[in-house]
């Protein structure tokens, strides 16, 4: 199983060569200064006590942020040691149906030959360090520092590649200044947050999982309910407090709320030392 130590080591050989990234948590490295994305590598651990699994992500900090749960919706893809061959470039993966075409069982084929990131292996940080430089930071550093690089990918790659919440979109476009296509969004999402769903349910303050001999099915149906009630009545507060200014077309109000917003984020993942606030597209004019 990998440790926090094979994880620290890991890291610092990466931040040695690239002093933009940080290390904001045992499993996660940032792109900083930290602006409008997270844009961060984390790993996965295996069932090999020797494997490791490499993942790179982004998402705006602005929206998904200010949860733990805010790679959904964001772009995130695994890296290998080596990059991957053509034609399996990331337009590759945006056709339909790609796991049938015939070339597409020679991705496997690779994928074997190149072989695992192992902890084993005495080369391993710079096997790693050479990974992110060579197939990681070409992509995320331009959109970690610049959001318009952002909602380039994200209109190319990721509203065709992934299944995004109506929620996250209308944020997006709310800090690109596209206010038309920012009340689609609220109108078609509107009737779940109208009125509040849980009614006049109150969840538990401290929303700790069942311990060991008292998790029956009711009391984790239960742990379930508090914490979707929660997430859930976070969202609602955010679309309601959107909904008079996006009505009116007040710019700089919605601008204000984006900021808080990030503002919550970073004090959530503990990173206010490394953000940096920086103007949205929908205040240049």
């Known amino acids: 199983m990998t440790t926090k130590k094979q994880l620290a080591r890991l890291f610092r050989d990466v931040v040695k060569h690239n002093p933009d ?6 499993h ?10 997270i844009a961060q590598i984390f790993i996965h651990r295996s069932s090999s006590a020797d494997v490791f699994w490499p993942r790179y992500s982004i998402t705006p900090l602005y929206w998904g942020g200010a949860t733990w749960d805010w790679d959904i919706g964001s772009f995130s893809e695994g890296f290998r040691r080596e990059p991957r061959p053509a034609p399996f470039t990331r337009d590759y993966f945006l056709q339909p149906d790609y796991q049938q075409r015939p070339e597409f069982p020679k991705l496997a084929a690779w994928a074997a030959t190149v072989g695992d990131f192992a902890w084993a292996d005495p080369e391993i940080g710079r096997i790693f360090t050479r990974a992110v430089e060579e197939q990681v930071l070409p992509l995320l550093r331009p959109m970690a520092f610049d959001h318009h690089a952002y909602l380039d990918f994200y209109r190319s790659h990721i509203v065709p590649s992934l299944g995004l919440r109506d929620e996250q979109r209308m944020a997006i476009a709310l800090a690109e200044g596209a206010l ?48 979707s009630c929660t997430d859930y009545r976070r969202r609602r507060r955010r679309i309601l407090e959107i909904v008079e200014p996006l009505r009116t ?18 004090r959530f993942h503990k990173v206010e030392p490394w953000w940096e606030p920086t103007p949205f597209p929908i205040e240049e004019g």
């Open 21 to 26: 990234f940080v290390q904001v948590n045992p």
């Open 28 to 37: 996660a490295i940032w792109i900083r200064p930290i602006r409008h994305a």
């Open 180 to 227: 038309d296509e920012a009340r689609e969004y609220l109108a078609r999402i509107w009737r779940w947050y109208e009125s509040d769903t849980y009614g006049d349910y109150e969840p538990p303050e401290i929303l700790d999982y069942p311990k060991r001999g008292a998790r029956t099915r009711r009391a984790i149906e239960a742990w379930e309910k508090a914490g």
């Open 249 to 266: 077309g007040d710019r700089a109000a919605l601008a204000v709320i984006l900021h808080r917003w990030e503002a919550e984020a970073a």
